[in-house]
């Protein structure tokens, strides 16, 4: 970034700053501010340990000093401008969730499917703030970060003093770390009493023998209709045989055998193959002996039969086609049955009788779709750990992007737009020159309904699309 644009991207962010409502965080005099400066662009040099005292003068100094970044701490400090943290005395922390959509496992096509990804995830993240952990609307902030996610705020008093342990904790808990099938279900009825409730207050209680396949979600012994990751997983496996009940078999056979197949080798995935199996041996026997069976390859590889069937999973020579058309027979005499479909959602029992290993296979399902992805493979687990972490100032504008970091009601949320809410800046034209070599990701840009293809060299373009691309490091003001 050159000379030029930095003075052309300060002026503008200026010019917002000087006309636009800013919105201050509660107990701003409590927090630690930090700001990154267009004049030490592209080096990131954040300057921290800055508190302010009124109102009026934070407004000022950010209307100044048009920074590229505003940032302010989720923690309260008795001395919030000391220049170490040890003296700056912590008095409690926000609980930020900060989701990122560069964390999430599906691969987008575009800025605009990025966007529409890691919104789905903040929705689901909302769920559990508000369902499982019992948060108020009012105590929860839910803000665009300006770049590639949201940021989600609970200011809670029973969440103010948690150490880093403890929230990482709330963070396990929304993506599931450590969450099993075998967790989740126990065995029931196997020579045991028990009072079912019919409805319409019929109840009878009678000794129930049946088979091991027979299990029950454990949160629905504590809690009629069950509560948590239980309950999830309930209303999951209902929506998803409902679902199931209305496509054409074929279909049904195909996403079965994908189902499996999945499941199969992610349950596998941690276990060890011994250097000693000879798996070249194995695929090859299972290519010349197509007909063989499992039994008949481990014995001719003296090679045990789960690792023979992990080996041939994951080459994909492991036929699953014929074991799922079986299975789906019996899985679709389950969706089509009212009373069993009920028996699930509402008493958390599940008759996996014939097909155990597919109904696990659901749950997974279940498991990973409901998990929330912040940072690694989940949340961005840093911060909200890290009780001592800086978050960017709702109202400013992100340095990278400029976009306005927008702070949203949940009935905003539902209806928000970032690539159109978000863009503060006009459709005055102005040049750039795009710098070589451009990458993919900055040859097409889609804000505010419109799409602009760029080449190297001189571009015209409105001035928010322009914008973007200087903040991106992808363009220089021509």
Request: glycine fraction near 8%.
């Amino acid at each position: 970034m050159n000379f030029r644009t930095k003075q052309f991207l300060r002026k503008r962010f200026g010019e917002y700053y000087q006309t636009s409502g800013l919105i201050l965080p509660p107990d701003f005099t409590r927090r630690e501010w930090g700001f990154i400066f267009f004049d030490e662009l592209p080096n990131v040099v954040m300057r921290r340990h800055k508190s302010f005292s009124v109102e009026g003068e934070a407004l000022e100094y950010i209307r100044m000093m048009a920074p590229a970044h505003v940032y302010h701490s989720a923690a309260y400090y008795q001395f919030p401008g000391a220049g170490t943290m040890k003296e700056k005395l912590w008095q409690g922390a926000d609980l930020i969730f900060d989701l990122d959509a560069d964390h999430l496992p599906m691969k987008a096509r575009s800025y605009a499917e990025m966007l529409s990804n890691v919104k789905s995830e903040a929705v689901k993240l909302l769920d559990f703030l508000l369902e499982d952990f019992g948060f108020s609307e009012n105590n929860i902030s839910i803000v665009f970060s300006g770049g590639r996610g949201y940021h989600i705020h609970v200011r809670d008093p029973r969440v103010m003093m948690l150490e880093g342990a403890e929230r990482r904790e709330i963070v396990d808990y929304v993506g599931g770390t450590g969450l099993t099938v075998e967790f989740l279900f126990k065995k029931y009825g196997i020579g045991e009493s028990h009072e079912i409730d019919l409805g319409k207050g019929t109840v009878y209680s009678q000794k129930i023998k049946v088979n091991e396949d027979i299990k029950r979600i454990t949160s629905f012994e504590d809690i009629s209709g069950g509560y948590g990751w239980g309950k999830r997983v309930s209303q999951y496996i209902v929506h998803y045989l409902k679902e199931l009940s209305t496509k054409e078999e074929s279909d049904i056979i195909n996403e079965t055998i994908d189902l499996l197949k999945t499941y199969n080798i992610k349950k596998t995935e941690d276990y060890r193959i011994d250097d000693e199996v000879d798996t070249k041996k194995i695929l090859q026997i299972k290519i010349e002996h197509t007909g063989w069976s499992l039994k008949k390859i481990a014995d001719k590889s003296h090679a045990p039969e789960w690792i023979v069937r992990k080996i041939l999973i994951e080459n994909d020579l492991w036929d699953f086609k014929k074991e799922a058309a079986k299975k789906v027979r019996i899985i679709m005499d389950i969706a089509k049955n009212p009373r069993k479909l009920e028996m699930i959602e509402n008493k958390g029992i599940v008759d996996s009788s014939g097909i155990p290993e597919l109904f696990s296979a659901v749950t997974q399902k279940a498991m990973d779709e409901n998990s929330i992805h912040l940072g690694g493979a989940k949340t961005d687990e840093p911060v909200t750990a890290d009780t001592k972490r800086l978050i960017r100032m709702p109202s400013s504008l992100h340095g990278g992007s400029g976009m306005r970091v927008v702070p949203l009601t949940s009935t905003e949320f539902k209806k928000f737009e970032p690539l159109n809410d978000a863009v503060v800046f006009n459709e005055r034209e102005i040049k750039i020159e795009v710098i070589p070599p451009l990458k993919p990701q900055n040859s097409l840009i889609e804000i505010k309904g419109k799409r602009f293809r760029v080449e190297e060299g001189i571009n015209t373009l409105p001035e928010y699309a322009a914008i973007y691309l200087m903040c991106r490091g992808a363009a220089e003001y021509a």
